[in-house]
């Protein structure tokens, strides 16, 4: 699998496996010197970082990571021509898109919108890739908050699961999921949702009257005596 990665030469395909690996490698070293809410902090450094960008680069957070996404420059100047351009289309119909008619932009370029959140919003309005968006997310949320009632090796599959679809979410920015591929990511956050969902451990029963301490009673003779509980 990772030859065939290699073989490809794509720069979407490598961001998004460079992320699996760095989530995983950074959570191995929270859990190994037990940081407390490690990823509430990864969250928060991430959301420094991307305001620092903003705010003190002259290229802005998005343009930063289109260009760090691509391997020459002239790759990345024509992704952000192209977000620029259907941008602008999709701005002017938000609601319900184009269709799949032609949206304008320069005679040399090509047609071909090679990003999925941004295909989405050009051809069925922007609630379409928000609505996916948000649904990936909050399963991601969903089976990670769940991760500590399943047993070890459930915990892996899940962890997998979260760091490969992470992987495909940020990848969407870059590449288009053409024909099959889209339907394998919507059925890929549904599986995996249900999959952990009826893995998680069951709830165990308490014994009856655990907590209640035993009862005293006195006899007739005035002698105490303990009564087990029920």
Known sequence: AFMGLLATL??????????????????????????????????????????????????????FFITLAS??????????????????????????????ADWYRPPWMSASVDALWLALALSYGMMMPICLGLGAIMAMFYVGRSIRSMDPDTQQFALGWVYSLAGLIVTGFTVHFWSNMIVWFTMFIGIGVGAFASFRKAPQPKPANSSRPPRRDLTPAGVARVKAPN
């Open 10 to 63: 794509s720069s979407g395909a490598l961001v998004g496996v460079a992320l699996q690996i760095g989530l995983s490698t950074y959570r191995y070293w929270f859990k190994r010197l037990k940081i407390r809410r490690g990823w509430a902090i990864f969250t928060a450094v991430i959301t420094f970082f991307l305001l620092f960008v903003q705010l003190f680069s002259n290229r802005g957070a998005f343009k």
């Open 71 to 100: 391997f020459n420059p002239q790759t990345a100047y024509y992704r952000l021509l192209t977000w620029e351009y259907a941008g602008a289309v999709v701005l002017d119909n938000p609601i319900i898109g184009i269709g799949y």
